[in-house]
């Protein structure tokens, strides 16, 4: 019998927030896509960015495991010039997200948030290539592209609030350029991921759900 729910390892749990700390936005893509989860079926959840109890409170309904490695700051370090070669990506990689000979997963959802505008196009490829050796064939990949010029400087923090929203944390005012990446561009870094549904809200970003080809 599993568990409701587990995580390894529980590396921060923020349970408050304020109008001072961030905004609410709707994510239509990520709610219909934790509808349509089964409650029956077990799933395996990966989440980059540190435990927060949104998330956690999300998924203690589903019969599933959680993975929170809380490695958003790791990956974000990465640079095609530090880690040269498929070898120095894999072992970075493998220290950041834990999938260990031993721990490997069958991951059927994955969230990034917004990671994939941070990281350079070799990394986020490589990523991508590492993952698709941990993800079950009905795998579900969730993200946000930001659309405007300009965007915060480093990513943002979210979580998942009860009432159908989701909560973004506010970054400094420090800000950079947008890679403005539009789908089909995107997609060479996603291979070989198709797009299952997309949307642009009204907070600028983009929505996007993938599904394997």
Known sequence: MYAPYSYIPLTKVDQQVSQETGFAIS?????????????????????????????????SRFHCKLYLPGCLKELCAMTSDRHDTPHKLHRAFTRALGFYKKQSASLNVIFLWDLPNYLNKPVMRGLIEYLSHHMHENVKLHFYIHTKQQMPASPRGYSILPEGKVWLENSDNATIKSPLYYQEAMLTLFHPFKVKRSMLLSSGLQEYILALK
């Open 27 to 59: 994510s239509p893509i990520l709610f219909d896509l934790l509808n349509s989860l089964s409650k029956q079926d077990y799933h395996e959840i990966l989440d980059i960015l540190p435990a927060n109890q949104g998330v956690i409170d999300s998924f």
